[in-house]
Nanobody, 121 residues
Framework: QVQLVESGGGLVQPGGSLRLSCTAS????????MTWHRQAPGKERELVAD???????NYADSVKGRFTISRENAKNTVYLQMNNLKPEDTAVYYC???????????????WGQGTQVTVSS
């Protein structure tokens, strides 16, 4: 019923930039928060940034000042602009959205399939 599709990952040199996108599609009545998480090899998945439907934003300390999260509600899309990338940013990045499907009266979390970001010289 609902799909989240991410794009924009890839290989970049240290100090470089990437922009991730994630679009939700399907029978969507509404979306609360939209978030980006990441999981590096051998580590637990961690929250990178989140943005509420009202525009409230939070970042992990490790990315503050370098990453910017934004969303386009009309397109059900969330973005993550990543600047000054470091090797420790290497991970699979996952999009998450808290969505109410049409015909239901509750919200639940949906996840994208993940996109690989590799920062290496």
């Amino acid at each position: 019923q609902v799909q989240l599709v991410e794009s924009g990952g890839g290989l970049v040199q240290p100090g470089g930039s990437l922009r991730l996108s994630c679009t939700a599609s399907g029978s969507i009545f509404g979306i609360n928060s939209m978030t980006w998480h990441r999981q590096a090899p051998g580590k637990e998945r961690e929250l990178v940034a989140d943005v509420t439907s009202g525009g409230g934003i939070n970042y992990a300390d490790s990315v503050k000042g370098r990453f910017t999260i934004s969303r386009e509600n009309a397109k059900n899309t969330v973005y993550l602009q990543m600047n000054n990338l470091k090797p420790e940013d290497t991970a699979v990045y996952y999009c998450n959205a808290n969505i109410r499907v049409g015909g239901t009266n509750y919200y639940r979390d949906y996840w994208g399939q993940g996109t690989q970001v590799t920062v290496s010289s």
